[in-house]
Nanobody
Framework: QVQLVESGGGLVQPGGSLRLSCAAS????????LGWYRQAPGKQRELVAD???????NYADSVKGRFTISRDNAKNTMYLQMNSLKPEDTAVYYC?????????????WGQGTQVTVSS
């Protein structure tokens, strides 16, 4: 069974920083595109950022310049460094692994970690 294990959420004041981590198996890291999604109360889950095997990254406009996604293949761990946090960043953040082969998409999700930005 595929496991994506997240950590690093918490409560932070506006303008503060947090770093989320997502640990996965070596197989997942070698073949899957990895990403972070978030879901705020009453809203749909949205892509925050993702990173391909080759290191190409993609960010939502709302987090560009503030968040940085990265991966450490030696540790099979992905990170999301979040700086200049705003109250609107408050959400449950989910680690995601996705692979598209032909017409088949395989997706795995972590359990989610709460990020709350509040004074």
């Amino acid at each position: 069974q595929v496991q994506l294990v997240e950590s690093g959420g918490g409560l932070v004041q506006p303008g503060g920083s947090l770093r989320l981590s997502c640990a996965a198996s070596e197989f997942i890291f070698s073949v899957y595109t990895l990403g972070w999604y978030r879901q705020a109360p009453g809203k749909q889950r949205e892509l925050v950022a993702d990173i391909r095997r080759g290191g190409t990254t993609n960010y939502a406009d709302s987090v560009k310049g503030r968040f940085t996604i990265s991966r450490d293949n030696a540790k099979n761990t992905m990170y999301l460094q979040m700086n200049s946090l705003k109250p609107e960043d408050t959400a449950v953040y989910y680690c995601n692994a996705k692979r598209i082969v032909g017409v088949t998409t395989t997706t795995y999700w972590g359990q989610g970690t709460q990020v709350t930005v509040s004074s």
